[in-house]
């Protein structure tokens, strides 16, 4: 209909209504126009909302044809298949919707034009739930600080229990078309909602101050994404494009998060070339300060600046082939930060304590897809630049440091069978001023099972740094991944993956991955823990998880999975107690993600 779908108001006297056929007089109301023409057409599909558009014009003078001037909500005819009256069990053609529902056309879901013909709303509502225990070596500080007294032991109990609940309100209001051409424009907006506890049995976990016990609560509020988005130009009939993003924005800079994986504040130029075979990115970051416990965006500012600039070409020499080759640079200023745990973060609590300058260039080339019937996913970086004074080396750094990556899979039935392989390249004399140890910006791996192993989603502690941290696979000697920074005198990693990935249903999958790790060098753990000779392997990780999506759709999805690492002589030099030996680590996490 013109002015409404499904909630015909109720009629008003035939004398206020024209005579069917007549000319509509200007400044009729609505409500009249849609009594004049509801028996001419037929409701729209889904939850449509009331039009925005005007009719400019009445039906036709012998009342046989109405015009229609909202083209997105055209009637459709009620059609009862098999004549059944229309069971809630069972679904239709030309199916009405409610407000609630996403799984039909919805107003609140971009399908139709919350005014004009070319304006629309999408909101999101997203719950996130997150609930991990695991094992964990807890440091202690014996005799004061630890849950048993008089006790000598470095690590104490490793029982540790964390849970996250993230609620999001995303609001994104746009102007151009529901599909195929690039926005016109776009306002994007997404507050959350974040509590989060964390439960221990050592005191000094969660704060330095045993006095505050072995359990942290904590609620947060943050506007993470706020941005206005522009196209500024149109480069030929295929949609290439080119749009400017401005304000705090998510992106990934490569295809598995290695290098920059983060939302935060800044200018986005972007666009596609070559009928959307080439796509690129440039942008500059100025970064805002990280809630400590959430993760989430502050308004504070980071003193810490970002530049990427990338390029992707799609089907390059094979068919289903994508190559992008890209560049980041991290300026990152001396600064002193105790987080909100009032644990020291910037600078790494390690060596001198200083603060310090960082100006750091990354070149890189990745590519995704597949080759005939082989999926490969690839990475090559190279870290070069200089740190005016690393921790713990006590002196400045010029830094050339390496990462590779090469994940191969083959798909057979409902199986995927996967090869990995990860390097990044680890300091061998921490006493020069050549920092070799790659680390990244700000990295969210997704790569070897990382998601679901041990080693890739807990941070590691050790001796107030983190000797990696959580969904990262470098062993960086860095304090915090959120507030910390990159820190190039570290021991690096070799690691070798086999996994494979299960459909056991269209709705569930099955996920396993078994990873054997060494550090590349482990010079700098020498010279941190001070011990003599530390061996390079780190041990193996084993993990099982299932994915679950009851609606074959993204709006409710599970996660749940158990892990272990069995630790090698290298972890055990690292972690052993006196007399005992590091046992096994074990952890399970459950995710729950609900979304409108």
């Given at each position: 209909?013109?002015?409404?779908?499904?909630?015909?108001?109720?009629?008003?006297?035939?004398?206020?209504?024209?005579?069917?056929?007549?000319?509509?007089?200007?400044?009729?109301?609505?409500?009249?126009?849609?009594?004049?023409?509801?028996?001419?057409?037929?409701?729209?599909?889904?939850?449509?909302?009331?039009?925005?558009?005007?009719?400019?014009?009445?039906?036709?003078?012998?009342?046989?044809?109405?015009?229609?001037?909202?083209?997105?909500?055209?009637?459709?005819?009620?059609?009862?298949?098999?004549?059944?009256?229309?069971?809630?069990?069972?679904?239709?053609?030309?199916?009405?919707?409610?407000?609630?529902?996403?799984?039909?056309?919805?107003?609140?879901?971009?399908?139709?034009?919350?005014?004009?013909?070319?304006?629309?709303?999408?909101?999101?509502?997203?719950?996130?739930?997150?609930?991990?225990?695991?094992?964990?070596?807890?440091?202690?500080?014996?005799f004061e600080s630890t849950s048993r007294p008089n006790t000598e032991n470095f690590f104490g109990n490793p029982n540790q229990i964390a849970t996250q609940q993230?609620?999001?309100?995303?609001?994104?209001?746009?102007?151009?078309?529901?599909?195929?051409?690039?926005?016109?424009?776009?306002?994007?907006?997404?507050?959350?909602?974040?509590?989060?506890?964390?439960?221990?049995?050592?005191?000094?976990?969660?704060?330095?101050?045993?006095?505050?016990?072995?359990?942290?609560?904590?609620?947060?509020?943050?506007?993470?994404?706020?941005?206005?988005?522009?196209?500024?130009?149109?480069?030929?009939?295929?949609?290439?494009?080119?749009?400017?993003?401005?304000?705090?924005?998510?992106?990934?800079?490569?295809?598995?998060?290695?290098?920059?994986?983060?939302?935060?504040?800044?200018?986005?130029?972007?666009?596609?070339?070559?009928?959307?075979?080439?796509?690129?990115?440039?942008?500059?970051?100025?970064?805002?300060?990280?809630?400590?416990?959430?993760?989430?965006?502050?308004?504070?500012?980071?003193?810490?600046?970002?530049?990427?600039?990338?390029?992707?070409?799609?089907?390059?020499?094979?068919?289903?082939?994508?190559?992008?080759?890209?560049?980041?640079?991290?300026?990152?200023?001396?600064?002193?930060?105790?987080?909100?745990?009032?644990?020291?973060?910037?600078?790494?609590?390690?060596?001198?304590?200083?603060?310090?300058?960082?100006?750091?260039?990354?070149?890189?080339?990745?590519?995704?897809?597949?080759?005939?019937?082989?999926?490969?996913?690839?990475?090559?970086?190279?870290?070069?630049?200089?740190?005016?004074?690393?921790?713990?080396?006590?002196?400045?750094?010029?830094?050339?440091?390496?990462?590779?990556?090469?994940?191969?899979?083959?798909?057979?039935?409902?199986?995927?069978?996967?090869?990995?392989?990860?390097?990044?390249?680890?300091?061998?004399?921490?006493?020069?001023?050549?920092?070799?140890?790659?680390?990244?910006?700000?990295?969210?791996?997704?790569?070897?099972?990382?998601?679901?192993?041990?080693?890739?989603?807990?941070?590691?502690?050790?001796?107030?740094?983190?000797?990696?941290?959580e969904f990262s696979l470098l062993p960086d000697l860095r304090s915090s991944k959120t507030q910390g920074q990159s820190n190039f005198v570290n021991p690096g990693?070799?690691?070798?993956?086999?996994?494979?990935?299960?459909?056991?249903?269209?709705?569930?999958?099955?996920?396993?991955?078994?990873?054997?790790?060494?550090?590349?060098?482990?010079?700098?753990?020498?010279?941190?823990?001070?011990?003599?000779?530390?061996?390079?392997?780190?041990?193996?990780?084993?993990?099982?998880?299932?994915?679950?999506?009851?609606?074959?759709?993204?709006?409710?999805?599970?996660?749940?999975?158990?892990?272990?690492?069995?630790?090698?002589?290298?972890?055990?030099?690292?972690?052993?107690?006196?007399?005992?030996?590091?046992?096994?680590?074990?952890?399970?996490?459950?995710?729950?993600?609900?979304?409108?």
């Amino acid at each position: 209909m013109l002015w409404a779908q499904s909630n015909i108001p109720p009629l008003f006297p035939k004398a206020t209504l024209p005579e069917p056929g007549s000319p509509v007089k200007p400044g009729t109301p609505p409500h009249v126009l849609e009594i004049l023409f509801q028996e001419k057409i037929e409701l729209p599909l889904g939850f449509t909302g009331r039009s925005g558009i005007l009719p400019t014009e009445g039906p036709s003078p012998d009342g046989h044809f109405v015009p229609v001037v909202d083209r997105w909500r055209i009637g459709f005819p009620e059609w009862d298949r098999g004549g059944k009256d229309h069971p809630w069990y069972q679904e239709y053609p030309y199916d009405l919707g409610q407000w609630w529902d996403p799984y039909r056309q919805n107003i609140l879901k971009s399908d139709y034009p919350i005014w004009g013909q070319n304006t629309f709303l999408d909101l999101t509502i997203t719950s996130f739930t997150f609930v991990q225990p695991s094992t964990v070596p807890s440091q202690t500080t014996p005799f004061e600080s630890t849950s048993r007294p008089n006790t000598e032991n470095f690590f104490g109990n490793p029982n540790q229990i964390a849970t996250q609940q993230f609620i999001s309100l995303g609001i994104d209001l746009f102007h151009g078309d529901t599909s195929f051409r690039p926005v016109d424009w776009r306002l994007k907006l997404t507050p959350i909602f974040n509590a989060n506890i964390l439960t221990t049995e050592e005191l000094a976990q969660v704060n330095p101050n045993v006095r505050n016990g072995t359990q942290r609560e904590r609620s947060y509020m943050a506007l993470e994404e706020w941005f206005l988005e522009k196209k500024i130009a149109d480069w030929g009939p295929y949609y290439d494009f080119s749009s400017v993003r401005v304000g705090s924005q998510y992106f990934n800079s490569d295809f598995r998060g290695l290098v920059f994986n983060n939302i935060n504040r800044g200018v986005r130029l972007f666009g596609s070339l070559n009928a959307n075979q080439d796509q690129y990115n440039l942008l500059y970051f100025n970064m805002l300060e990280k809630d400590t416990n959430s993760g989430l965006n502050t308004f504070d500012n980071r003193n810490q600046e970002i530049v990427v600039a990338n390029w992707f070409h799609q089907d390059f020499i094979y068919p289903g082939y994508t190559l992008q080759g890209s560049f980041h640079y991290n300026h990152d200023d001396p600064t002193l930060l105790f987080n909100n745990n009032n644990f020291l973060v910037r600078p790494d609590p390690v060596g001198v304590f200083s603060p310090h300058t960082l100006d750091v260039y990354y070149l890189g080339i990745t590519g995704d897809g597949h080759i005939n019937k082989v999926n490969i996913n690839h990475a090559l970086y190279t870290a070069l630049g200089t740190d005016s004074r690393n921790p713990l080396a006590n002196q400045a750094q010029s830094i050339s440091a390496f990462m590779g990556a090469l994940e191969l899979s083959y798909d057979r039935d409902y199986a995927r069978f996967k090869a990995s392989f990860f390097y990044a390249s680890g300091d061998g004399n921490p006493n020069n001023s050549h920092a070799t140890g790659f680390d990244s910006i700000f990295d969210r791996q997704n790569f070897a099972g990382s998601f679901f192993s041990w080693w890739g989603r807990n941070r590691l502690p050790l001796f107030g740094v983190g000797l990696k941290q959580e969904f990262s696979l470098l062993p960086d000697l860095r304090s915090s991944k959120t507030q910390g920074q990159s820190n190039f005198v570290n021991p690096g990693i070799q690691l070798f993956g086999l996994g494979m990935d299960i459909d056991l249903t269209p709705k569930v999958k099955m996920i396993n991955n078994l990873n054997f790790m060494w550090f590349d060098k482990t010079a700098s753990l020498e010279t941190f823990v001070y011990q003599g000779k530390i061996a390079r392997q780190i041990g193996t990780d084993l993990s099982v998880g299932l994915e679950y999506r009851p609606t074959l759709s993204n709006n409710i999805q599970f996660a749940t999975g158990v892990n272990t690492l069995v630790p090698g002589d290298g972890f055990k030099d690292l972690y052993n107690n006196f007399g005992t030996t590091a046992p096994a680590l074990v952890s399970g996490f459950l995710q729950m993600t609900v979304q409108y």
